[in-house]
């Protein structure tokens, strides 16, 4: 089978991560709108499109959105790369299970990056399910050529056989940079004109039906592509062993055991099951390599191949390590990793104004529905302050649920979300909560900013993925217009009125929405002078500290000293010290506290 894509002329060599080269590969693939929410490993393919020019690219409030959006370019004719991170892909699950049987105008990509190992995540999935669940073909790069060259090979794939292609990430593939050979060039496509056509666009029952029975005679054309495909492709060498593998877990093969045959799968979905029969037969043993779940070993098995057991880790990443010792081979030499680095637990930054309702809801003793951001932090000692954590959203339909248990023993029950989350997710839990007549409070906390995942505009930040100025979502009026009783704004960094405001709102019946709002730390440049603790005033008390602030230390002594390199001058550990020994001095050094 020929595909032009895999002869593209090589002018430029470059070095990406495998999210820049999905980038570059869908821009060469002539795409017009790119579309997704930010999540950690995925983020940087949209800016990184975003940044090439001339294709339009935006942030959607969630997934399941921009899938949505996604499929209406392509039901417009034109191509579309959908973007997001694994658990978004759930969110996204209930368009992607539809458009399968659809269909696309023109192609239609959704790049999904699952994190093996939860480096940035509160599970870890494997997304090859949700090809095979959904009916769709996965394409899986091993590096960063093959991010660039399959993700181009996915949008003619997406067009040839009428259907959504996912293209699957890990971290590993999404943030090692490796040499890229691009043509630079843009595809040409031509626009197809939208045509009414029920019985393809229109998704009902009568409809559904007989797109049901395509779908299936779509996917037997797609095997049948993906027995033939260059994307697939069979390594001879040693036949004494011959291992079947995807993703990043070629390279580690390919390390660890250099003299095996390989499969490598570029199509995880569906399975060249023809091909898997024929390097079966030409190698004495054959196993599957693979991370996350067995989801190629218990479809192999399940088709009656015979697999060697490698006992290879379910759980977590793999390494070339762990597949030397699991084949009996020699351990491949690598540079050998620092030993000894001090551990640098993750934590809210110095000047972060979540740090000042986390302080004030420890001191009403609050139980806490917490939520997915930076503000997740706040579960850490010394703040200790979140009681709860599931996914996005999550924070204000548990505190609704914990709130009809009256298990907390009298304790406030305040639900905390930041403000990309609670645009993500948070407003129809908060719809439930006045719809269903519930108590509670709700603090969103607003920083201006999708801060964990490297500073993204959201619909409450007015600021687009090109940095435009949008309409900036007015929370207050969101929130009474809702039908939320009481909807209060405070200033984080004013720990008094926070923590006063806080209190009247749980003491109070009915539901409450408190808006603590303040911008990121990092977003702002301090001109504040740090701060130091005078020792003649400090009693150690430990107040200052139990802040949780990386700028202040504790010495072996007890007395606690603050580190005027990294103080802003945020003044919240001042608030807190009731001797007064906090107190300002001269600029440490002339970059102020954080980025402009
Ligand atoms: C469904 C889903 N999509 C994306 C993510 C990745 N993610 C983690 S936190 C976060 C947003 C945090 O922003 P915000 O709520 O404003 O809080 P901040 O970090 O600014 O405090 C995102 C997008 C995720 N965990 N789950």
Known sequence: MEYPFLEVTRLTRSLMSGNEAVAHGAMEAGVSVGVGYPGTPSTEVLESLAKLGG?????????????????????????????????????????????????????????VADDPGMHSSQNEQDSRNYAAFAKVPMLEPSSSQEAFEFTRAAFDISERFDTPVLVRTTTRIAHSKGLV???????????????????????MPANARARRVNLDSRMALLEEFSNQSELNRIEMRSSELGIIVSGIAYEYVREALPNASVLKLGIVNPLPVTLIAEFASKVDRLAVVEELDPYMTSRLLALGIELVETGLPRIGELTPDRIAQAFGAQAPELRAAVKDL???????????????????????????????????????????????????????????????????GGRPI????????????????????????????????????????????????????SGDAAPALDLEALCTSLGVQSVRRVDPLDLATT???????????????????SPCALLVRSDADPFAVDEELCTRCGACVRLGCPAIMKLPSGQPVIDTAICVGCEQCVQVCRYSAIQAVGPACDFGGGLS
Not at 69 to 80: D, E, F, I, L, P
Not at 181 to 203: H, L, N, Q, S, Y
Not at 376 to 386: I, K, N, R
Not at 442 to 464: F, K, W
């Open 414 to 465: 305040v639900g905390v979300i930041g403000d990309s989350t609670f645009a993500h997710s948070g407003i129809t839990g908060l719809l439930d909560m006045v719809y269903n007549g519930a108590d509670g409070t709700i603090v969103i906390l607003d920083n201006r900013t999708t801060a964990m995942t490297g500073h993204q505009g959201n619909p409450v930040s007015g600021r687009t993925l």
């Open 499 to 517: 923590r006063a405001v806080l209190a009247e709102e749980t003491e109070r019946a009915g539901l409450s929405v408190v808006i603590a709002q």
């Open 342 to 408: 001090p551990p640098r637990p993750p934590l809210l930054c110095p000047g972060c104004p979540h740090r000042g309702v986390y302080w004030a809801l420890g001191k009403l003793k609050a139980v806490v529905t917490g939520d997915i951001g930076c503000y997740t932090l706040g579960a850490l000692p010394p703040l200790s302050a979140m009681d709860t954590c599931v996914c996005m959203g999550a924070s204000v339909s548990m505190a609704h649920g914990l709130g009809m248990t009256g298990a907390t």
């Open 181 to 203: 050979e691009t043509t630079g060039d843009r595809a040409p496509i031509e626009p197809i004109p939208f045509k009414p056509k029920a019985e393809k666009w229109v998704m």
């Open 55 to 111: 294709v339009r690219c935006q942030w959607a409030p969630n997934e399941k959105v921009a899938a949505e959006v996604g499929a209406g370019v392509s039901y417009g004719g034109q191509r579309t790369l959908v973007t997001m991170k694994h658990v978004g892909l759930n969110v996204a699950a209930d368009p992607l299970f539809t458009l399968s049987y659809i269909g696309v105008g023109g192609g239609y990509v959704l790049l």
